[in-house]
């Protein structure tokens, strides 16, 4: 008699693509590139050195989508090879910058946090989603506020201006655009592949 093995729950999207250590690669660098890619959407504005960008809406996604030690390694990548001389922060741009390389930092915090987090569900429905997104991004700031401060000698209040206030209606409406798109990939991945309403797995 012969019994069959039971299938791998899918913890995030990526487990879904088939293959192991050649997909994983690919991911990575597939995250880190589209990471470089989304930088180049940037906008500046007046009084601050921190620029509107498409980075964090990456970064999320990135990390909701790979899995935390994928969205690490990725996230990695592109800040290390970044620094390195690699063009591909915003406006093509590289090296360290000295007023915005906490927010980079944070980016490799955030994709880990927003990965474990997709990994055990945290992408499945709208409002975990919000949470998981939000949770990321607070972290980005957290990051990115106190090397602002130091860069530019100010007091928090002024870093708050320059670094949050004015980016703070994008961000919601990043961390809404992701409640749509992650549960409706599931719901699709559900309809076809019959895979669980929710994960309790961390991505591995």
Known sequence: MSYALP???AAVLAD?????????????LGGAGLTGI?????????NTPVPVTGQ??????????????????????????????????????????KATVGYLIGFVVAAALVGALAGRG???TPLRTVATMTLGTIVIYA?????????????????WELGVRPFL????LKVLLAA?????????????????????????
């Not at 130091?150 to 002024?158: P, S, T, W």
């Open 122 to 124: 945290g992408d499945r």
């Open 16 to 28: 879904l693509v088939p293959g192991t250590y050649v997909r994983d690669a690919a991911l990575v």
């Open 56 to 97: 964090t809406f990456a970064v999320l996604l990135v990390g909701a989508g790979l899995g935390w030690y994928r969205a690490l390694a990725s996230m990695a990548i592109y800040v290390l090879a970044g620094f390195a001389g690699m063009p591909w922060f915003a406006e093509h741009s590289s090296g360290v910058p």
């Open 180 to 204: 749509g798109l992650l549960p409706a990939a599931w719901w699709l991945v559900r309809q076809n592949k019959d895979e669980p309403d929710s994960g309790s797995e961390q991505a591995g």
């Open 143 to 159: 990051f990115g506020v106190p090397f602002l401060m130091n860069a530019l000698d100010v007091d928090f209040a002024k870093a």
């Open 169 to 172: 209606v994008g961000d919601g």
């Open 7 to 9: 299938r791998p729950r």
């Open 38 to 46: 989304a930088a180049q959407v940037s906008i500046p504005l007046p």
